[in-house]
């Protein structure tokens, strides 16, 4: 059974910073590329940053320079650490997990940036 378990989620002033951390189990982590997105209330869901199985990181415009997308496949864990965070991130942030014949998701956790 596969499990992408998502933590680290909270509520932050604007300014601060989160680190997102989602372990799978069920998976072959190492050969999966692994996301990290977001979905606002009335908005649709988007992809936040995302890191290939090699290694190779991509952000949305809005996050370049504030969050970092990293992975430890010892740990079949996927990280998301979070800086200088903004009330636009508001937002319940899901964990993704990809390969050539399956895609995964977690529940989500919830990130609220107050002003």
């Known amino acids: 059974q596969v499990q992408l378990v998502e933590s680290g989620g909270g509520l932050v002033q604007a300014g601060g910073s989160l680190r997102l951390s989602c372990a799978a189990s069920?998976?072959?982590?190492?050969?999966?590329?692994m996301g990290w997105y977001r979905q606002a209330p009335g908005k649709q869901r988007e992809l936040v940053a995302a890191i290939t199985s090699h290694g190779t990181a991509n952000y949305v415009d809005s996050v370049k320079g504030r969050f970092t997308i990293s992975r430890d496949n010892a740990k079949s864990t996927v990280y998301l650490q979070m800086n200088s965070l903004a009330p636009e991130d508001t937002a319940l942030y899901y964990c993704?997990?990809?390969?050539?014949?399956?895609?995964?998701w977690g529940q989500g956790t919830q990130v609220t940036v107050s002003s």
């Open positions: 993704n997990a990809r390969n050539a014949f399956a895609t995964h």
């Open positions: 069920g998976i072959i982590f190492s050969i999966n590329a």
